[in-house]
C-alpha cells in the first residue's frame, strides 16, 4: 500500500534553511487524484498545515507561511520537497508529509514524520 | 487565518459517549463541506477518521461519528474503549485552497 517517508537533517541553525524530502512507495506520485501535502506539529502543540504541491508543479501555501516556504515536486524520483528559510527556533516541530485528496480537502496517508530542531 | 477552536481535553468513562466539538467561521468550517478529523496517538502520525464532515473511512469503527451545525463541527465518540484514549484534532477548507487545523484536543478514559 502507499507508504510516505520523510528524510532530512534534523538539526538546523537560526536563520539557515531547513529542507525535508518526501519519499512515495507503493503508488505513483503523479496522480491526477491526490495534491502532497506538508504539515508541522510543534511541540506540545496542534498541527499547521504549510503547504502542497500537484504532480505538475501547481502549488498552494500557508498564507502566513508563504513568504519563506518553496515546495517541489520530483516525479522521476517519485518525491516532493519542503524549504522553509530563515528559521527560527519557532520552526522546531515535528513535519509530516501527507497525500492530500484534491478536491476534498483531506489527508489520507501520512508519513511518520521526522523531528526538525532549530538551534545553534 | 486563525486556528480552529477546540476544547484543551475530554474526558469519559468506558461505555460512555463523548463529543468534540470545533469552532470555526464562516469563511472556513461554516462554508464549507470538507471538515475532517484525526486520531493521533502519543508519538505516532495521525490517523484520518473522519471526512467531508461526516464520511468515515473503510475500516474505521463505526463508534466514530462527524456532525456540524453553522461554524461547529463535532466528532463524536460512542461505547468510548481505553483505546480510544488518543489527541482529536478538526481540519477544514478556508477556500483558495488553504487549510486550518484545530489545536487539538486531548481524550481521556477514565
Known amino acids: 500500500q502507499l507508504q510516505l517517508q520523510e528524510s532530512g537533517p534534523g538539526l538546523v541553525k537560526p536563520s539557515q534553511t531547513l529542507s525535508l524530502t518526501c519519499s512515495v512507495s507503493?503508488?505513483?506520485?503523479?496522480?491526477?487524484?491526490?495534491?502532497w501535502g506538508w504539515i508541522r506539529q510543534p511541540p506540545g502543540k496542534g498541527l499547521e498545515y504549510i503547504g502542497s504541491?500537484?504532480?505538475?508543479?501547481?502549488?498552494y501555501y500557508n498564507p502566513s507561511l508563504e513568504s519563506r516556504i518553496t515546495v517541489s515536486v520530483d516525479r522521476s524520483k517519485n518525491q516532493f520537497s519542503l524549504k522553509l528559510n530563515s528559521v527560527t527556533a519557532a520552526d522546531t516541530a515535528i513535519y509530516y508529509c501527507?497525500?492530500?485528496?484534491?478536491?476534498?480537502?483531506?489527508?489520507?496517508?501520512w508519513g511518520k514524520g521526522t523531528t526538525v530542531t532549530v538551534s545553534s | 487565518q486563525s486556528a480552529l477552536t477546540q476544547p484543551a481535553s475530554v474526558s469519559g468513562s468506558p461505555g460512555q459517549s463523548i463529543t468534540i466539538s470545533c469552532t470555526g467561521t464562516?469563511?472556513?468550517?461554516?462554508?464549507?463541506?470538507?471538515v475532517s478529523w484525526y486520531q493521533q496517538y502519543p508519538g505516532k502520525a495521525p490517523k484520518l477518521i473522519i471526512y467531508?464532515?461526516?464520511k468515515r473511512p473503510s475500516g474505521v469503527s463505526n463508534r466514530f461519528s462527524g456532525s456540524k451545525s453553522g461554524n461547529t463541527a463535532s466528532l463524536t465518540i460512542s461505547g468510548l474503549q481505553t483505546e480510544d484514549e488518543a489527541d482529536y484534532s478538526c481540519?477544514?477548507?478556508?477556500?483558495?485552497?488553504?487549510?486550518?487545523f484545530g489545536g487539538g484536543t486531548k481524550l481521556t478514559v477514565l
Open positions: 507503493g503508488g505513483s506520485i503523479s496522480s491526477i487524484l491526490y495534491y
Open positions: 501527507a497525500r492530500l485528496v484534491y478536491s476534498f480537502y483531506y489527508f489520507d496517508v
Open positions: 467531508e464532515d461526516v
Open positions: 464562516t469563511t472556513d468550517v461554516g462554508a464549507y463541506e470538507y
Open positions: 504541491i500537484f504532480y505538475s508543479g501547481s502549488t
Open positions: 481540519c477544514s477548507y478556508a477556500g483558495s485552497s488553504n487549510l486550518v
